[in-house]
C-alpha cells in the first residue's frame, strides 16, 4: 500500500498511515511548508517532500490511497488539486480528506465561532505560552469559515473525475470526503 499524505504538517496523519500500512507499506507526506515538515513527527521510512495538492511531486498512478487531514481549506484551487490527486491516484484507489465543517444553523455557527475565536486563543495562550498563539488560533477559525462548502467540495472532486463520491459527517463539524478512482478498463 502506498499512501500519500497531502497537506501532511506535524504528520499526525501520516504517523496513522504508517501504523495502519505497516512495515511492508510506503508513507509520503507532502506539504509545502518546509516549515511544518521540519517540526514533523513521523516513523522512520515516512519520506516528507516539498510540494502542494494543486503540484504533487509523484508521477502518474503512484499511490494506492491518498489522504488529506484539514489541509483543503488552505487549498486556492480545488479542481486543479482533485485532478493531481486524480493524476497519481493508480486506477481503483481511493482519497480520503477530513475537514472541518462551519455547521449550517446560525446559532450553531455562532456559538462555535464564538468559543473558537474567543475562549481557545486565551486557553491556547496560557498553554503554549507564546504571544503569536492567540492569533494562529483566531486564523484557524477564520479558515474554517472560509472553506468551501460540502456541495463545492464535492462537486470539485466529481468533476475531476472520481465514482462514489461521499461524505460523512462527525458531530455536525468533522467531515469526511471519500471517492474512488474507477479501475482500468479491460
Ligand atoms: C492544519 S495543518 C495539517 C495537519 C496535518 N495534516 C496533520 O495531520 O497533522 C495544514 C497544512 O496544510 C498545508 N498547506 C497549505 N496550503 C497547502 C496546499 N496548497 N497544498 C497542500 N498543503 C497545504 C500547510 O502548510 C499545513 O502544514
Known amino acids: 500500500m502506498r499512501v500519500l499524505d497531502v497537506g501532511v504538517g506535524t504528520g499526525l496523519m501520516a504517523r496513522e498511515a504508517a ?16 516549515g511544518m515538515m521540519g517540526c514533523a513527527v513521523v516513523p522512520a521510512g515516512v519520506k516528507l517532500l516539498l510540494g502542494s495538492a494543486e503540484a504533487i511531486p509523484f508521477g502518474p498512478d503512484a499511490a494506492d490511497f491518498i489522504s488529506m487531514g484539514y489541509a483543503l481549506r488552505h487549498v486556492a484551487d480545488l479542481s486543479l488539486a482533485f485532478r493531481e490527486f486524480m493524476r497519481v491516484l493508480k486506477p481503483g484507489g481511493r482519497i480520503c480528506v477530513l475537514e472541518i465543517t462551519s455547521p449550517a444553523g ?10 473558537m475565536r474567543g475562549v481557545v486563543p486565551v486557553v491556547a495562550r496560557y498553554i503554549a505560552r507564546h504571544r503569536d498563539v ?53
Request: with cysteine; charged share 20%; proline share 5%.
Open 19 to 34: 501504523y495502519l500500512v505497516g512495515a511492508s507499506g510506503h508513507v509520503t507526506g507532502v506539504d509545502p511548508s518546509a
Open 106 to 115: 446560525r446559532a450553531r455557527r455562532t456559538l462555535l465561532k464564538a468559543y
Open 134 to 186: 492567540p492569533q494562529l488560533m483566531r486564523y484557524y477559525w477564520d479558515t474554517i469559515e472560509a472553506c468551501a462548502s460540502p456541495s463545492v467540495i464535492m462537486g470539485a472532486i466529481g468533476d475531476a473525475g472520481f465514482v462514489d463520491v461521499r461524505r460523512t459527517v462527525t458531530l455536525g463539524v468533522f467531515s469526511e470526503y471519500c471517492a474512488r478512482k474507477a479501475p482500468r478498463q479491460q
